[in-house]
């Protein structure tokens, strides 16, 4: 891979928004044909610039291999001018394995048509007495498949692994290393500091939000793009955020951001792992899959309560449209 390719991607990405998109299963865990199919003609019609599969929303590392191959395959045939990124990562606890794991990960992706690589932190380093080395490492190996590269930093409080400034460094430095995605979730301290490191010392390098809660704000600080499982829903008003970001439009980027405030505080709330089938159920109240398919196999249980708030927030956005506050579908 030339780095000409990987600039190529993060041109394509460039103010874009990249929903990580869940996978609709049924009750016994199986992927919904119907529900597959309904979502991935609903997506065609967005406002994206790619999306993410593989990747935490979609339950990357839990898929078998036959429905990984299957989820990947739809996408790139249904989206063949968008940019598909691949989760690649593993559950091994073993460094070594977990690395062979990831690189494999990332070569079934490249086999299937995946356009980039989002690596999953090396979490089983966590504790270990010199982790950076390997850490650098296990991204140099990731980026030897020959795709460009996408560093997840998701710090430790939110399930990944701090990266230090010198390390955060040496991986932006890697050959294929497009730039980052940053997923905080309640550290806003600790995404200011990444992004001004950013800023300061790899300009060049794409800096993407994961930040559901504080969407408007981390576009403020220097992001972008946008990959994140709240782009699974209503693409085209977090689209139009961004895009009221990027050209200036002070007045509409403020109504916009109070808008998809008001999604992201009804998805992303504790239990925090809920948020996959919180959004299946808002593909449900947007007509777009059927109650059977909104299934998470691997999340917590969820009231049927939070399902009716989730209509609730949906109908409220609603109702701003038809205030002409929105002129894009939800």
Known sequence: MTRSTSNSIATRLADGLIPATPVPFDANGKLHEAGHESYLSYMARQSIAGVAVWAHTGRGLMLDEDTAQRVLGDWRQTLPEAVIIAGAGSRNSD??????????????????????????????????????????????????????????????????????????????????????????LDSVMTYQDVARQLRQRHPEKLLITGEDRFLGYSLRLGARSALIGMGAICCNLQSDLIRAHTSGDAPRFLKQSDKVDLLAQSIFVQPMEGYIRRLLWSLVHLGVIPLEAANDPWGPKLSPDEFDKMGRTLQALKALKALKFETQEC
Request: charge should be negative; aromatic fraction near 6%.
């Open 95 to 184: 460094p070594q394995r977990a690395t062979a794991d990831t690189v494999a990960m990332a070569e079934r992706a490249a086999s299937a048509g995946a356009d980039a690589l989002l690596v999953y932190p090396p979490t089983w380093l966590i504790g270990h007495s010199s982790p950076d080395q390997l850490i650098l490492e296990h991204h140099r190996q990731v980026a030897g498949v020959g795709l460009p590269v996408i560093l997840f930093y998701l710090y430790e409080a939110a399930g990944g692994i701090a990266y230090s400034p010198q390390l955060l460094d040496e991986l932006l430095a890697l050959p294929g290393v497009l730039g980052i995605k940053m997923a905080t």
